[in-house]
């Protein structure tokens, strides 16, 4: 039984090294920003456009045309929406979906399909 204890241990640690019960990650935007995920903080999914620029509690994102569009949690009730132009590195915030809308339809931000 001291064996198997000693073997499970070993093998537990050897998963964790390699990444396998991690459910943290980043990855990259096509425009060099970042959306990072890890478990233990409070922010949730965090996009970065630059180590100055960044969105908290992100719920919901696409990429379109250098942009990075979606949707953040602005507190238990209410969400918020954001745009990053990641060539210009600003940074647009929408209170209500309505004026969101209207800026994705005036910049033509709107794609055929998202996931």
């Known amino acids: 039984m001291k064996h198997l204890t000693v073997l499970f241990l070993l093998i537990s640690s050897q998963i964790r090294v390699f990444g ?3 459910s943290e990650w980043q990855d990259k935007t ?3 920003g970042f ?3 890890y478990e233990d ?3 949730g999914i965090e ?3 630059t180590s100055k620029i960044q969105v908290n509690n992100v719920i919901m994102w696409y990429f379109y045309k250098g942009y990075t569009i979606g949707e953040m949690k602005e507190d238990s009730i209410k969400n918020r929406y954001f745009i990053g ?3 210009s590195q600003k940074l647009h915030f929408f209170s209500n979906k309505i004026d969101f809308q209207k800026f994705i339809e005036s910049n033509k931000l709107k794609p055929f399909y998202t996931r």
């Open 85 to 87: 132009d990641e060539n």
């Open 20 to 22: 396998m019960m991690e």
């Open 30 to 32: 096509p425009f060099n």
């Open 41 to 43: 903080v409070t922010n």
């Open 35 to 37: 959306i990072y995920y």
């Open 47 to 49: 996009y970065k456009m």
